[in-house]
């Protein structure tokens, strides 16, 4: 690591504005935070003068609780919207929003929305620090960031990798930042999935296409699976989740059969549609680690994200 290296990112909108430095620098700080976690009572007072707001206009399972659990873990005074029950529905304005929470004396909002482009408009609302937890189809770099992390856990590197990334290409966020962070990095990778599931512009990204699973998971040190996004279909890519299966799952045969590929899913799974349910609980998918690793990452950005105050 350069010695003249300072990390200067108020926001995290996505991994786009991310050097190679900065993301290397999320994975190391994330590492001590790793080991924070596995301690008895895994809690440091890093954020304790800090009100985070969740604000989360879309469902979320996995990125709302580990960005809230790596908020209390560090200190923070927390304080979670949910749209569904707020006065969105009453028709106020996302600005408008976004400008009353801040008045309550808020630092940081982690935003969740299905428009891409609502963490960058947040921070032309408010002051405080804005960290995309994922914006319709464009980013979400928490996600890619801790699948980045669980790579080099396993393989000690990222540099040099084979990552396959199987399913619906043209839907994901997750593979967006994935491609811009583990490009970064210096992975190699290759999309597979249906021709539909594909954008036409895809090896502009620098990536390989590939429609053939077998040859894919043949060639791959990781394996990522990703759900068929059917809420942003506006009509079926495939004739059925069954064909889809059968043609792009990932099944108990492919682990025999190809004994060196990782298996990775960001969650949530549809077992039975891109893996089998006995793969996603097999002892090569990582799937859990992933989520495990997600506190340490949040905690990370969060920590960083706020000025790297000490810890
Ligand atoms: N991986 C992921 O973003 O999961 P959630 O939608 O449950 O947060």
Same mark, same amino acid.
């Given at each position: 690591?350069?010695?003249? #290296?300072?990390?200067?990112?108020?926001?995290?909108?996505?991994?786009?504005?991310?050097?190679?430095?900065?993301?290397?620098?999320?994975?190391?700080?994330?590492?001590?935070?790793?080991?924070?976690?596995?301690?008895? /009572?895994?809690?440091?007072?890093?954020?304790?003068?800090?009100?985070?707001?969740?604000?989360? #206009?879309e469902n979320?399972?996995?990125?709302?609780?580990?960005?809230?659990?790596?908020?209390?873990?560090?200190?923070?005074? /927390?304080?979670?919207? %949910?749209?569904?029950?707020?006065?969105?529905?009453?028709?106020?304005?996302?600005?408008?929003?976004?400008?009353?929470?801040?008045?309550?004396?808020?630092?940081?909002?982690?935003?969740?929305?299905q428009?891409?482009?609502?963490?960058? #408009?947040?921070?032309?609302?408010?002051?405080?620090?804005?960290?995309?937890?994922?914006?319709?189809?464009?980013?979400?770099?928490?996600? %890619?960031?801790?699948?980045?992390?669980?790579?080099?856990?396993?393989?000690?590197?990222?540099?040099?990798?084979?990552?396959?990334?199987?399913?619906?290409?043209?839907h994901?966020?997750?593979?967006?930042?994935?491609?811009?962070?583990?490009?970064?990095?210096?992975?190699?990778?290759?999309?597979?999935?249906?021709?539909?599931?594909?954008?036409?512009?895809?090896?502009?990204?620098?990536?390989?296409?590939?429609?053939?699973?077998?040859?894919?998971?043949?060639?791959?040190?990781?394996?990522?699976?990703?759900?068929i996004q059917l809420e942003r279909m506006?009509?079926?890519?495939?004739?059925?989740?069954?064909?889809?299966?059968?043609?792009?799952?990932?099944?108990?045969?492919?682990?025999?059969?190809?004994?060196?590929?990782?298996?990775?899913?960001?969650?949530?799974?549809?077992?039975?549609?891109?893996?089998?349910?006995?793969?996603?609980?097999?002892?090569?998918?990582?799937?859990?680690?992933?989520?495990?690793?997600?506190?340490?990452?949040?905690?990370?950005?969060?920590?960083?994200?706020?000025?790297?105050?000490? /810890?």
């Amino acid at each position: 690591m350069n010695t003249e #290296y300072q990390f200067q990112h108020k926001h995290l909108l996505g991994l786009a504005d991310y050097s190679t430095a900065d993301i290397q620098h999320v994975l190391d700080q994330a590492l001590h935070f790793r080991e924070i976690l596995d301690r008895p /009572v895994p809690k440091i007072p890093t954020l304790r003068d800090k009100t985070i707001v969740n604000l989360f #206009y879309e469902n979320s399972t996995r990125t709302r609780i580990s960005f809230e659990l790596a908020q209390r873990r560090m200190g923070a005074d /927390v304080v979670n919207f %949910a749209a569904s029950n707020s006065s969105a529905k009453k028709g106020e304005s996302l600005r408008d929003t976004i400008q009353n929470i801040e008045s309550m004396k808020i630092d940081m909002v982690v935003v969740r929305h299905q428009s891409p482009g609502v963490p960058h #408009y947040l921070t032309r609302c408010v002051d405080a620090h804005i960290i995309n937890a994922g914006d319709g189809a464009h980013e979400h770099p928490t996600q %890619a960031l801790l699948d980045m992390f669980t790579m080099r856990q396993y393989y000690g590197r990222i540099q040099g990798l084979k990552v396959a990334i199987i399913g619906d290409i043209r839907h994901s966020r997750v593979v967006r930042s994935n491609i811009i962070g583990l490009k970064k990095m210096g992975a190699e990778i290759t999309v597979c999935g249906p021709k539909t599931m594909i954008p036409l512009t895809a090896k502009e990204l620098g990536v390989e296409v590939s429609y053939n699973l077998e040859e894919t998971l043949a060639w791959a040190d990781v394996a990522m699976a990703l759900r068929i996004q059917l809420e942003r279909m506006e009509h079926s890519l495939f004739p059925s989740l069954r064909e889809y299966h059968d043609q792009f799952g990932i099944k108990r045969e492919h682990l025999d059969k190809y004994p060196n590929f990782m298996i990775m899913h960001p969650g949530p799974i549809n077992r039975g549609v891109e893996m089998e349910g006995d793969v996603a609980d097999s002892e090569r998918a990582v799937i859990l680690d992933q989520v495990t690793n997600g506190v340490a990452v949040r905690m990370a950005v969060l920590y960083l994200v706020a000025g790297g105050l000490r /810890v």
